[in-house]
């Protein structure tokens, strides 16, 4: 009889004998995983005596008129616990706090599935806000990018190294941070705000930030530009010259009064300066780099005229072309012409059978599908992101891949737009649907394998070298390039 009593004791009141740290029902409890270690009172498992959540019933009373709830705790029909009791704003409070404190301690991932995706002619973005704001129309955010982080710890055991540290075993944790982002925000039709951020990026002036608004056709402020802006000069009948500044940061405004054009601009540009002593350890490295290592399949024209220049007149409209050799520089910097780059879309060939490719072909000139047309290529192309798969200079006409490229084939199409009146010139190419076309018609940008005998060798940028470092000091840099084969 009494090893009965003691056996139902133990599993309906298990807490009054191993010394539960509550004696009170705890309404606020989670699911604990069973920790085995051993305690100062018994030899068993920690949580091996709980009863089983099918045998505990609980029970809530509350009193309206008081505000007071009580909730108790019960294995079969017997309380092992005191019932907890307190006003309902108190429990509320306490139940908010500590879901708070589980929230922010469990893991998360947030998905494109938790939000809403949006495509776009540059990319697809991930919409987290949209909403009316009246008269103004609606309001959206939308953000597209990665973000990597990396972190590992490091051991180095010193014994068998010849140092002067006296230490033996060094631990080091190392941590490595990669960002790309872009955040288009738009207020109506008319006001868009901007941020792109890619932390590999070469130069600091591709990191943009600005505030674009886009007037009525029959507006005097045409377009407003604040932020990270841009100043094209360029040629006309009486000015030879044609520039661009870019990097610049301030307020650009066009406006239109009539048959005038006015281009305004208010810029500021920053300089830092910046000391560093070096005490003991610095040296300094040459290295020697060829000519034919170049960064390869990274850099690429989109069309021979922006490379080789040229004053052609295009037959179909009698337009006069007006654009420079992407060399030589003019006071260090690159000059444009009357053709900017509208409706870009670049395209990789897919052997992956993708749902999401498109059959096309990829000429090496679509105006004339005849001009080597051995070397033509069809099959399925997939679309790639513009911002994370490759960044486009639309006044120089060349593009940036994010990685170099393999044996993969890419395409583009393009139109090519007067630079003064935003009239589209020449259409490279052709999209699915447009002019009844079931198929993509693409220029052929660079082939599956690049030698110098293929129509699109020259393309391909043969001037970007690594130097084996970064944050280099410019004014201690020294480069001297030597000709070893010229006998003068």
């Keep these: ?26 309404p606020f409890s989670k699911s604990k995983k069973i920790n085995f270690c051993l305690n100062d009172i018994s030899n068993y498992p920690i949580g091996i005596f709980n009863p089983k959540l099918s045998l ?13 709830i009580s909730i108790s705790e019960s294995v079969l029909t017997n309380r092992n616990t005191m019932p907890y009791t307190a ?46 704001i009246g008269r103004l129309g609606r309001a959206s955010l939308r953000v597209q990018g990665n973000i990597s982080l990396q972190g590992k710890l490091v051991n180095q055991d010193q014994e068998l190294v010849r140092s002067s540290y006296k230490e033996r075993e060094q631990t080091n944790f190392k941590f490595d941070q990669k960002q790309q982002l872009n955040v288009q925000g738009k207020i109506g039709d008319q006001v868009t705000i901007s941020l792109d951020q890619n932390s590999e990026r070469d130069f600091d002036w591709e990191n943009t930030v600005r505030i674009d608004y ?108 007006n654009v420079p050799p992407y060399y030589p520089l003019s006071n260090g910097l690159h000059n ?13 060939i897919d052997s992956s059978n993708n749902p999401a490719a498109d059959p096309g072909i990829a000429y090496i000139d679509p105006n004339d599908t ?50 003064t009146t935003g009239d589209i010139i020449l259409t490279v190419g052709l999209d699915i649907g447009e002019d009844e076309n079931d198929t993509l018609v693409l220029k052929m940008i660079k082939p599956q394998s690049s030698h110098p005998n293929h129509p699109t060798w020259d393309l ?29």
């Design 56 to 68: 505990i019933n609980y029970q809530v009373d509350l009193n309206t008129k008081s505000k007071i």
């Design 214 to 321: 886009e007037g009525k056709e029959d507006d005097i402020l045409q377009k407003l530009e604040a932020g990270n802006i841009s100043l094209s000069l360029p040629a006309t009948e009486f000015v030879t010259f044609s520039g661009q500044n870019r990097g610049l940061f301030g307020v650009k405004a066009i406006t239109q009064l009539g048959p005038v054009n006015v281009t305004s601009i208010a810029s500021l540009e920053r300089t830092k300066k910046a000391s560093q002593k070096y005490k003991g350890t610095a040296q300094l490295e040459k290295k020697r780099i060829q000519d034919y290592e170049y960064k390869k399949n990274l850099y690429f024209f989109i069309h021979e005229w922006f490379r080789n220049g040229s004053t052609d007149v295009i037959p179909s409209n009698g337009f006069q072309l």
């Design 460 to 488: 391909m940028f043969k001037n970007v070298y690594y130097l084996g470092a970064v944050n280099i000091d410019q004014s201690s840099l020294d480069v001297r390039i030597v000709d070893n084969f010229s006998t003068f």
């Design 1 to 26: 009889m009494y090893r009965v009593f003691l056996l139902f004791y133990l599993i309906c009141a298990p807490n009054l004998l191993f010394g539960s740290d509550n004696l009170i029902t705890d």
């Design 370 to 419: 005849e001009y080597y047309s051995d070397s033509s290529k069809e099959g399925a192309f997939i679309r790639l992101q513009r911002g994370s798969d490759y960044q486009i200079n639309e006044d120089l006409g060349f593009i940036r891949m994010q990685n170099s490229l393999q044996n993969e084939i890419i395409g583009a199409h393009f139109d090519l737009a007067d630079r």
């Design 87 to 132: 006003s309902v704003d108190d429990y509320f409070d306490s139940l908010y706090t500590i879901n708070q404190r589980y929230n922010f301690s469990k893991p998360f991932n947030y998905s494109a599935s938790d939000t809403t995706q949006y495509s776009s002619g540059k990319g697809q973005y991930v919409e987290i806000a949209d909403f009316d």
């Design 336 to 348: 444009i012409g009357n053709l900017v780059v509208r409706n870009f879309e670049l395209y990789k």
